[in-house]
């Protein structure tokens, strides 16, 4: 069975930092591209920033120089560092893991910023 869950969302001050961390279990984690999504109220889901299985990572425009996404491969886990955090980055994120067709999802954590 496959679970992703999400955790280190919570309530920061614009300005602020959070990192969030996604564990993984029942995947071959390292063949796996994972990513990050968000979704805010009202809006689409979409991509914040992703990392495949050789370590190439992608960005959307909005959080570039300001997040961070690595993977622990020892540890099946994926992280988020998100540095410099604006109230337009408040939303629900939601771990990704894809491989192939495949593709699971976490629960999401909630990440609210403060103006």
């Known amino acids: 069975q496959v679970q992703l869950v999400e955790s280190g969302g919570g309530l920061v001050q614009a300005g602020g930092s959070l990192r969030l961390s996604c564990a993984a279990s029942g995947i071959i984690f390292r063949r796996n591209t994972m990513g990050w999504y968000r979704q805010a109220p009202g809006k689409q889901r979409e991509l914040v920033a992703a990392i495949t299985s050789s370590g190439s990572t992608n960005y959307a425009d909005s959080v570039k120089g300001r997040f961070t996404i690595s993977r622990d491969n020892t540890k099946n886990t994926v992280y988020l560092q998100m540095n410099s955090l604006k109230p337009e980055d408040t939303a629900i994120y939601y771990c990704?893991?894809?491989?192939?067709?495949?593709?699971?999802w976490g629960k999401g954590t909630l990440v609210i910023v403060s103006s």
């Open positions: 990704n893991a894809q491989r192939s067709i495949y593709s699971n």
